[in-house]
């Protein structure tokens, strides 16, 4: 059976993202799927996620700890079926990277209408809300991919 690759992509790689891969690939098998994440901004490459991502990751079992952050490159359309990202603003920074038609279809708001707020600036509150609201959109998209047989 062939892999399907999934990317979550946010502004900087340390808070948000690193949260949707950790979680959505604990709800998929690894033989089948693989979940990765990326930044529309460079500034953070090579960092491990934001301790508080970490730590509200690790609050619910699962670990995020041995992530880097990278940025977003043009040949990752290519190299994912799926591209969730969490908020407008990265929508409208992949858009920019003028995707073929093909290559756009497979970019969605994770949350389908709503976005998932930057929680950088905020406190650690923030980072629980991020971690719910990614929860419920990674069951819908596990449930989905798990239903759809892959
Ligand atoms: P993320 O959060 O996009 O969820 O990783 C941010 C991380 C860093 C910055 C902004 C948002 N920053 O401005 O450095």
């Keep these: 059976m062939e892999t399907v690759n999934i990317l979550m992509v946010c502004l900087g790689n ?10 959505l690939a604990h709800k998929l098998p690894s033989t089948t799927f693989t979940v990765d994440s990326a930044a529309t901004a460079a500034y953070h490459t090579g960092n491990h996620p934001d301790s508080r991502s970490i730590a509200v990751a690790a609050k619910y079992g ?12 043009k040949k ?3 190299r994912f079926d799926r591209i969730y990202v969490m908020d407008r603003s990265n929508y409208n920074n992949l858009k920019a990277l003028q995707p073929t038609d093909a290559e ?8 389908g209408n709503e976005e998932v ?17 990614i929860d419920v959109a990674t069951d819908r998209i596990a449930n989905k991919l798990l239903e759809n047989d892959h």
Aim: hydrophobic content about 40%; proline content about 8%; glycine content about 8%.
């Design 76 to 78: 990752d359309f290519q």
């Design 104 to 111: 756009w279809e497979k970019v969605a708001l994770l949350l």
């Design 117 to 133: 707020p930057d929680p950088y600036y905020g406190g650690t509150e923030g980072f629980e809300m991020v971690y719910q609201m």
């Design 62 to 73: 699962i670990a995020i700890n041995h992530q880097k952050a990278r940025p977003f490159q």
């Design 14 to 23: 340390i808070c948000r993202s690193p949260l949707a891969e950790g979680i």
